[in-house]
C-alpha cells in the first residue's frame, strides 16, 4: 500500500481588524483566547494565586494618574491583541482599544516562555516603556523597559526584600515581598519551574 505525502491542513492568519470583526460578530463569544502574531492562541487558565497577585496589584495601581485595565485587550498592530492582566494607559480611545500604555504587567504562573519572549516582543514593539513580568513561583518581579523593534533593551529583576520603583505618577513603590512572599505552610496546586 502506497502512502502519501500529508498535506498540510489550510490556516488562515488574521489582522487586527479581522479580529476585530469576528469579535463584534459573537464569533469568539466564550472562547478565552488572545490573537498574537496573527495566530489565535489559548490563554492560559489563571490558578487561585494567580487572580490573587492579580487583585493585589489592581489595588496597588488604582491610584494612579492613567486609566488602570484589568485583563482588556491591548492592540499591537498589525496582527496582535493581546488582554495583558494590567495596563495602565493615558486617555480614552473610543473606536479601538489601546495602542500604547506606560506600563502592561503579565502575571506568570506557568506562561513565563510566552510572557518573557512573545509578549515582551509584542509589548515593546508597541513601545510600552515599562513592561512588568510578575514570576509568582520564582517569587521575583522582572522589570523590563528600553523598547525597541526586537524587544526591550534592559531586564532588572527584583526579588523579596526588594522595592520596584514606581511605573507611573500617583503609584508607590512596589515592595515585592508583600506582593508574592508566600505564608509558611501555603502551597499551589501548580508549582511550576519558571523557564
Do not use: N
Not at 492613567?66 to 493615558?90: G, H, K, N, T, Y
Not at 511605573?167 to 523557564?195: I, K, N, Q, T, W
Amino acid at each position: 500500500m502506497a502512502t502519501q505525502a500529508a498535506t498540510p491542513l489550510p490556516r488562515h492568519r488574521l489582522d487586527v481588524e479581522t479580529y476585530g470583526r469576528m469579535v463584534d460578530a459573537g464569533a469568539l463569544e466564550g472562547e478565552r483566547v488572545e490573537l498574537l502574531e496573527g495566530w489565535l492562541l489559548d490563554m492560559s487558565p489563571q490558578s487561585p494565586r494567580h487572580a490573587e497577585v492579580v487583585v493585589d496589584l489592581t489595588r496597588h495601581l488604582a491610584s494612579a494618574h492613567a486609566r488602570l485595565r484589568v485583563q482588556m485587550p491591548f492592540e499591537v498592530l498589525p496582527d496582535s491583541v493581546p488582554e495583558p492582566d494590567l495596563a495602565l494607559v493615558e486617555g480614552r480611545s473610543p473606536d479601538h482599544h489601546p495602542r500604547s500604555a506606560l506600563l502592561v504587567v503579565e502575571v506568570a504562573v506557568t506562561s513565563h516562555a510566552c510572557d518573557r519572549g512573545l509578549k515582551a516582543r509584542l509589548y515593546a514593539r508597541a513601545g510600552v516603556p515599562t513592561y512588568w513580568l510578575i514570576d509568582v513561583p520564582g517569587e521575583a518581579v522582572e522589570v523590563r523597559t528600553g523598547p525597541g523593534p526586537d524587544g526591550y533593551r534592559s531586564c532588572h529583576i527584583y526579588r523579596v526584600g526588594a522595592l520596584v520603583h514606581s511605573p507611573a505618577p500617583g503609584v508607590a513603590d512596589l515592595d515585592v515581598g508583600s506582593l508574592l512572599e508566600r505564608p509558611a505552610g501555603a502551597m499551589d496546586a501548580v508549582s511550576a519551574p519558571a523557564s
